[in-house]
């Protein structure tokens, strides 16, 4: 299994403009998660969802949009990119397993918005 | 609304040391608790969690933490580091993990 990917590793946008930061699984997991970490900062999430056609927001959503058509991808989406979207971003999976769930996390995109 | 604080920013330790990192937290009701582990450039990894049960929950690597209600703690410990824990830990609380809260993290340096 490759786990948890993220594309891209790292990228920089100016103010005003849309990406889409992709999350992909290949662990069948139904929970997918998306967090922000600034610096010193612990995670935050962001968007997250309990199965393909699901999503639900977080604690920190705002400009941010997200979709669950299939169980193994969770993009991310920004649609006018602004200073304080500067951060890394963490895609995560998870599994439930008697009751108790552990999360598996991608390797994060770095994103610059100037 | 729960919350978690890391009092220490950064430790430092010798290599072969023992190592305990503090974490206390604020939560209504009997937390989940997770320490999780980033080493540069990488996402996290779960060392260990705490639902219910025993206390003192052994997790990868060689660490463990104890959860004290009367304390609202949940601090990590490892008897002996290795070079290769060098890295930022990450303690985490909450319900579910669509509710949870990390705190600031604390970065761990080891002295050869």
């Known amino acids: 299994n490759a786990g948890v990917t993220q594309t891209p590793k790292f990228r920089i946008l100016k103010i005003g403009q849309s990406m889409t930061l992709q999350c992909t699984q290949d662990?069948?997991?139904?929970?997918m998660y998306w967090y922000r970490q600034d610096p010193g900062m612990g995670l935050k999430l962001i968007y997250y969802s309990v199965g393909a056609g699901i999503t639900d927001k977080g604690e920190v959503p705002n400009g941010y949009n997200v979709s669950r058509s299939t169980t193994e991808d969770f993009p991310l989406r920004l649609e006018l990119a602004a200073p304080s979207q500067t951060s890394v971003y963490f895609c995560a999976s998870s599994l439930v397993r008697e009751g108790q769930e552990t999360q598996y996390f991608g390797p994060g995109t770095r994103l610059l918005v100037l | 609304a729960q919350s978690v604080t890391q009092p220490d920013i950064h430790i430092t330790v010798s290599e072969g040391a023992s190592l305990e990192l503090r974490c206390n937290y604020s939560y209504g009701a009997t937390p989940y608790l997770f320490w999780y582990v980033q080493s540069p450039g990488q996402g996290l990894q779960l060392l260990l969690k705490?639902?219910?049960?025993?206390?003192l929950v052994q997790g990868i690597k060689g660490f463990e933490a104890e959860f004290k209600r009367s304390q609202s703690s949940f601090n990590l410990r490892k008897p002996s580091v290795h070079w290769s824990d060098a890295a930022e830990y990450f303690c985490a609380v909450g319900p579910s993990n669509n509710d949870m809260r990390f705190g600031a993290g604390t970065r761990l340096t080891v002295k050869p």
């Open positions: 662990m069948n997991h139904n929970y």
């Open positions: 705490y639902f219910s049960g025993d206390t």
